[in-house]
C-alpha cells in the first residue's frame, strides 16, 4: 500500500489534469441574394434550388422577399463554402447573362 511506504501519506495523492487550449469557433458568413430589375423571377428560383438545396417552395418564398425588401439572407456558412457559393452564384448568372448579385458579410 503507498501509506506504507517511507515518507508518504494517504494525503501526498494529487490529481493531474491537463488543460484544453480554448479554441474558438470560426466566423460565420451570411450569403445574401440582391434583387435587380433584369433578372427573371423563375432564374432565382433555379439558383435558390441548386446551390442552396431549397424546395421549389421555399425558393419561390424567398425569391419574393429579395424581390419585395431588395435582399435576402439565402443562408450562413463558413467563409470558404460562402466564398463558394457566391462565386457558383454569381457564374451561373453570368453565364446566363443575367445581372443576378450576391454577396456575403460576416454574421
Same mark, same amino acid.
Do not use: W
Given at each position: 500500500?503507498?501509506? +506504507?511506504?517511507?515518507? /508518504? %501519506? +494517504?494525503?501526498?495523492?494529487?490529481?493531474?489534469?491537463? *488543460? /484544453?487550449?480554448? %479554441?474558438?469557433?470560426?466566423? !460565420?458568413?451570411? #450569403?445574401? !441574394?440582391?434583387? +435587380? +430589375?433584369?433578372?427573371?423571377?423563375? @432564374? &432565382? &428560383?433555379? #439558383?435558390? $434550388?441548386? @446551390? @442552396?438545396?431549397? *424546395?421549389?417552395?421555399q425558393s419561390f418564398e424567398l425569391m419574393l422577399v429579395v424581390h /419585395? /425588401?431588395?435582399?435576402?439572407? &439565402?443562408? #450562413? @456558412?463558413?467563409? $470558404?463554402?460562402? $466564398? %463558394?457559393? #457566391?462565386?457558383q452564384v454569381m457564374d451561373f448568372a453570368r453565364r446566363h447573362q443575367?445581372?443576378?448579385?450576391? %454577396?456575403m458579410e460576416k454574421e
Amino acid at each position: 500500500m503507498m501509506a +506504507d511506504a517511507p515518507g /508518504k %501519506t +494517504d494525503d501526498d495523492t494529487g490529481v493531474i489534469q491537463k *488543460t /484544453k487550449p480554448k %479554441t474558438q469557433k470560426p466566423p !460565420l458568413y451570411k #450569403v445574401l !441574394l440582391l434583387n +435587380d +430589375d433584369y433578372t427573371p423571377m423563375e @432564374f &432565382v &428560383v433555379h #439558383v435558390l $434550388e441548386r @446551390f @442552396f438545396g431549397m *424546395t421549389h417552395a421555399q425558393s419561390f418564398e424567398l425569391m419574393l422577399v429579395v424581390h /419585395k /425588401k431588395g435582399v435576402a439572407v &439565402v443562408g #450562413v @456558412f463558413s467563409h $470558404e463554402v460562402a $466564398e %463558394t457559393k #457566391v462565386a457558383q452564384v454569381m457564374d451561373f448568372a453570368r453565364r446566363h447573362q443575367h445581372p443576378l448579385q450576391c %454577396t456575403m458579410e460576416k454574421e
